[in-house]
Each structure stands twice: as structure tokens, then as C-alpha cells.
């Protein structure tokens, strides 16, 4: 059994699947409470579907780009969990993951995957009509975006009036993520987070001399 987390949007999203179909998927309904929500995320899954922690065979987890502390959240728990259970953990680009669900939803030409970056930019990426990314990932303020292109992910309900050309699905999931492992359509990456920028957290510099 696939166990997929991604951790990479302000709702955690969770999943298990088994060699040929997702089994279970489920999003959480309150924004930005990752380390809150994920282990019992988890634990309803295994009791939602009576799979255990020694049915998973491999973890896959989002791996961005995404908030530091979400990222951190998800890709930490999907490391400590492997090492636990002796299982491989790979990671998948959470906007490559996005650009799989909009293929299946129906997407048919060029286009940009957007997810909310904060501080009023996006982080995105193009991709061509089957999903294979060309350019990016990126992060940017909405006007800087490529325009004239069709437009998925937050960036349409974030900045509505920035994009005139837009599409579904609104974020990556954990259930699309599991989806994409299975159809092996999205590149297997490292599990190591992809920020895009430096975390609002730093260490002090040395204290200033007092003349």
C-alpha cells in the first residue's frame, strides 16, 4: 500500500492507495494547521480502510514548492515514518501533481499550475497540453505571470482579476499525488522541500559592538 501526504497548500490533504486505485483520500477543512492535523489525518485513514502501518510498502509525500512550515510538517513525517517502517519515501512536485489532475479534468492546451505563495505572489509553473512542465517552478507577483495563458490552481480565486483565461482544479492533493505515482506520470523526486525562497524565521546575526 501507497501512503501519500502533501502538506504543500493551507489544508493538509491525506491518502492511501493500493497498486491500481486510491482506496482513500480525504482533505482537512481547517487552513493552516498542519502539525495539528496530519498524524490524525493518518491514523483515520488506517482506520477508515483497516490498513495497517505494516501494509505500507512505500510513502510519497508533495514536496512543493510550498510554506516552510507546511512542507516541513509533511516531508518530516513522511521521512520519520519511512525510517520506522524500513519503506522508501519519494517525493512528487506538488504543482506537477496539479497539472495531472487538470489534464484529467479536461485541460487540452498550455498552461500555467498556480498555488498560493503568500506576501501576494504565486509560486507556478507551465506546462504543455499533457501535463509535461516546460518552465518553472517559479515564484512571482500575479501581474508577472506569463499572460494570455490558461490559468489553474489559487491563483484565479486568489487574484481574480489578474487572470482572464482560468480552469480547475483549485490545489494539489494528496489523492491526485497518489494517482500520479500510480500512473508513474509525474517525475519521482527526492524528498527534500522545494521553497523557492528563504524561510520568515533567521537566525540572529552577532550582537552589534556598543561604542
Known sequence: MLLAL??????VSVALADDTRVVHEAVSDKPMQH???L???IETA???TGVTRSDITRIAAGVGPGPFTGLRVGLVTARALGLALGVAVI???SLDVLAVQAVDDGVAEPFLATVDARRKEL???EYDAQGRRLDGPHVDRPVDLPTGRLVVGAGPDLYPSAFERVAGPKAPTAGWLARAVISQSVEVVEPEPVYLRRPDAA???PPKKVS
Open 6 to 11: 502533501d502538506t504543500s497548500t493551507p489544508l
Open 35 to 37: 502539525g495539528e492535523q
Open 39 to 41: 498524524a490524525p489525518m
Open 46 to 48: 488506517f482506520a477508515a
Open 91 to 93: 517525493g512528487l512536485g
Open 123 to 125: 509560486y507556478w509553473a
Open 203 to 205: 537566525i540572529p546575526g
